[in-house]
């Protein structure tokens, strides 16, 4: 089942902070993010495990809460590259199939 | 290159053909995934295979969609018959499967299909 991502767009300017949540109806085992820019392929950010781990990669961090079968993306002091298509997926049980959202479109501006 | 191939990058057909679309994964990574996006609707999952079997076809759309791979390497889909609705990029990645999760997928360029 598809994960819900929201928002589906956010328009920043450079600086700004966002955030981006991705919820399931299903456990969760594993949650990853990805980045996609326009004409592209999408780029591997994070993978989270169960456990409420919490990740860093720059200025970009995500959490995972298992219980509430939610993550978020945190992007802090964004930069114009940080534009692109967030997704989101999920993995239910150790199955190794992502299902991923249908993605939220974050727009920096300068 | 080192990363995920995928071929045609564009293809065109007229309704009711047949279209081929290939994918050429990474060295070593056991996993390859298709899935297909159209706009606004995401990343869909089509068809996940482990070496040369495929434990999940649950996404395929309908029966004029199969996918096999040979040889634990490069893996085709085929779409028979084709429709306007099956206009879309259809993405191919590959993961290196080491633990109890899906690791790190690296995506393709993607295949355009315009159905017309």
């Known amino acids: 089942q598809q994960p819900v991502q929201s928002p589906q767009a956010v328009i920043l300017r450079e600086g700004e902070d966002a955030v981006i949540n991705c919820s399931s109806s299903k456990a969760l085992y594993s949650v990853h993010w990805y980045r996609q820019k326009h004409g592209e392929a999408p780029i591997f950010l994070m993978i989270?495990?169960?456990?409420?781990e919490q990740k860093g990669h720059d200025k970009i961090s995500a959490s995972f809460n298992e219980k509430k079968q939610q993550s978020s993306l945190y992007l802090t002091a964004s930069q114009l590259s940080y534009s692109g298509t967030y997704f989101c997926?999920?993995?239910?049980?150790?199955?190794?199939?992502?299902?991923f959202g249908k993605g939220t479109l974050l727009t920096v501006n300068p | 290159g080192a990363g995920v191939s995928q071929s045609p990058s564009n293809k065109v057909t007229e309704k009711g053909k047949d279209v081929e679309l290939r994918c050429d994964p990474i060295?070593?990574?056991?996993?390859l995934y298709w899935y297909r996006q159209s706009l606004g609707q995401g990343l869909e999952f089509l068809i996940y295979f482990q070496g040369n079997s495929a434990p999940d076809k649950s996404g395929l759309p309908s029966d004029r969609f199969s996918a096999e791979r040979t040889g634990g390497s490069v893996s085709t889909l085929t779409i028979q018959r084709t429709q306007q609705e099956d206009s879309a990029v259809y993405l191919c990645?590959?993961?290196?499967?080491?633990?109890?999760?899906?690791?790190?997928?690296?995506f393709g360029e993607g295949s355009r299909l315009t159905v017309l």
């Open positions: 989270l495990l169960k456990g409420g």
């Open positions: 060295s070593g990574h056991t996993a």
């Open positions: 997926g999920t993995e239910a049980g150790s199955n190794y199939k992502l299902t």
């Open positions: 990645a590959s993961s290196f499967v080491g633990g109890m999760n899906t690791g790190e997928l690296f």
